[in-house]
């Protein structure tokens, strides 16, 4: 069992920065490959980013190429989201999930195979 907390959402301006933190419970964490989605009013909710379990591959939704980063602390078992240039149709809440040792973009990418999810940080960005 792997429990999220997302933090570090807020309100920003168009072109700020925010950076998203996500901890997670259990002693597993480091065989948990993490993304961020994010979901829109109205909207499905999207991959944004990921990180396999070790930490050697990222992916990337192509807007955000760039502009995020993703990256995770497996002794702190913390993921981050670095989000700089934002737009206003950014503006989502955003979730981390957990997927156990998944890899490869096309795993990695689809909602479907994350486990766990945390309860979503809202992030506005105004024009």
């Known amino acids: 069992q792997v429990q999220l907390a997302e933090s570090g959402g807020g309100l920003v301006q168009a072109g700020g920065s925010l950076r998203l933190s996500c901890a997670a419970s259990g002693r597993t964490f480091s065989s948990y490959s993490m993304g961020w989605f994010r979901q829109a009013p109205g909207k499905e909710r999207e991959f944004v980013a990921a990180?396999?379990?070790?930490?050697?591959?990222?992916y990337y939704v192509d807007p955000v190429k760039g502009w995020f980063t993703i990256s995770r602390d497996n002794a702190k078992n913390t993921v981050y989201l670095q989000m700089n240039g934002l737009k206003p149709e950014e503006t989502a809440v955003y979730y981390c999930?957990?997927?156990?040792?998944?890899?490869?973009?096309?795993?990695?990418?689809?909602?479907?195979?994350?486990?766990?999810w945390g309860q979503g940080t809202q992030v506005t960005v105004s024009s």
């Open positions: 990180i396999t379990w070790s930490g050697g591959s990222t």
């Open positions: 999930a957990a997927g156990q040792r998944l890899n490869g973009r096309l795993e990695i990418q689809r909602r479907a195979n994350y486990s766990y």
